[in-house]
C-alpha cells in the first residue's frame, strides 16, 4: 500500500517536472479498459435534432473552401490576420485558426487587455496558468508587478496601456515558445499591432524583442533603446525592448535596468507631440 502510494507521487512529481500541471478532462480516463468506439462530434447548435451527429459536422467541414483548407499553415495564419478589419475580427480569426496544437490545450483564448486608443501597447511572451484560466494577460505574478511598474511611471492598463502577447494559447507547462509557434502567429501579432496604430510599442523579454525586431541578439543587447520597425499597414513605429517582469521576479538585480527603460518610456511619451 505504501509502495503504491510512493509510486503514484513519484509519478506524479514525473508529470509536474515535464510541465503536465493541468488536467484536460474533468475526470481520469480509464485507461485499463478497451477503447471505446469514437462517440459522434458534438453539435454545438442551439436547436440542433437529437440522432446521429456526423453528418451535420462533414457539411461544416465541406464548407471550407479547399483551397483555403490545403493552404500551408503559414498562409491561412497571413490569409486570417490581414482579413481581420478590427479588433473583434482579429480576435475571432484567431480563435478560429486550428493551426497550432496550442489551442488544443489551452482553456482560454488570451487576446489582450487595457486600453487600445491609449497610444502604447505593450506585448509579452505567452500566457501563463492564471491568464490561461481568466483569458487575460499579465494577470498572474508578473502582471502584478507590470502593474506596479505601469504605476510608478504614471501609467495604468484601464487607460493608459494596451497589452497583448506573441502566443494567444498558453503552451503547455508555461514552456518557452518554440520558432514555429512564434513565426505562426506573428502574422496575428503584426495585424494585431497595424489594428490598434500605437504611438509606442514596449517589447517585454526576449522572446517578444526577437520577434518583432527580427533580431538574434538576447534581451540584455537589444533592450534600453528605441527600434524603429516597419509595420504593413502603418509604417515605422518605435518599439523599446526591455526585461520581462517574470525575470525581474527571480532576478531582482535586473529592475534597475528596468527601471532605467521605464524611464525612457516616460520621457518618450511626455515629449511625443500629443496626437491632434
Ligand atoms: N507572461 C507573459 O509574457 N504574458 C502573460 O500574459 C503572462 C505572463
Redesign the pocket.
Known sequence: MEQDRAALLAALALQSDWGADEALEEAPPDRSRAPARDPAPLDLRDNAAPGPRAPAARAVASAVPAAHAAAPLAARAAIGAAAADSLAALRDAIAAFDGSSLRETATNL?FADGAPEAGLMMI?????AD?DRLGR??V?Q??QLLDRMLASVGLSREDGVYIT?ILPWRPPGNRTPTDAEIALFLPFVLRHIALVRPRHVVL??GVSAKALLRAKDGITRLRGRWHQVEVEGIGTLPMLATL?P?YLLRTPAAKRDAWADLLLLRRTIDAAPSPG
Open positions: 488570451v509579452g511572451e505567452a500566457p501563463g491568464e494577460p499579465f498572474g508578473s502582471g502577447n517585454l523579454g520581462h517574470a
